[in-house]
């Protein structure tokens, strides 16, 4: 009797975890800020951009709208990469676009020679 309760407890946990990490995975979806740093930091480091210093991330044109940001990214230009998988997942996509709208625009400096 006390090991069919212990199963039926272990039971109630498994099903009781599995929702749990499930709303935690769109939680993390849902996270502008870690999509931004597991996909553009490396580049766009506060808003910049290290490889092309005249393109900087914040406050560019093409953060106006969802729809310019997206067509962005599904065509970037120069060394920018195609980031399939961000493009194709809505909840993150709109979480990374909210975050990179409310970035500080960075001034582009001229290194000096
Ligand atoms: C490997 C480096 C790299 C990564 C990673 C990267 N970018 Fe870029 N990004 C660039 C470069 C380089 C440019 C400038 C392209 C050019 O020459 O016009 C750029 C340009 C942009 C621009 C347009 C800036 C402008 O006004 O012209 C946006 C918007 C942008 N990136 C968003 C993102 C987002 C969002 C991510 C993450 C999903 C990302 N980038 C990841 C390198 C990167």
Do not use: W
Not at 39 to 68: E, W
């Amino acid at each position: 009797m006390r090991k069919a309760i212990r199963s039926l407890g272990l039971a109630a946990l498994m099903f009781g975890l599995l929702p749990q990490s499930q709303a935690r995975e769109s939680a993390r979806k849902a996270d502008g800020k870690l999509v931004f740093e597991q996909n553009c930091a490396s580049c766009h480091q506060g808003g910049g951009n290290s490889i092309n210093r005249d393109r900087p991330l914040a406050g560019s044109a093409k953060l106006q709208t969802m729809t310019q940001f997206k067509k962005y990214l599904n065509a970037p230009k120069g060394h920018m990469p195609f980031n399939p998988h961000v493009i194709s997942d809505r909840k993150a996509l709109d979480a990374l676009y909210k975050y990179c709208k409310d970035l500080p625009k960075v001034t582009v400096k001229q290194a000096s020679l």
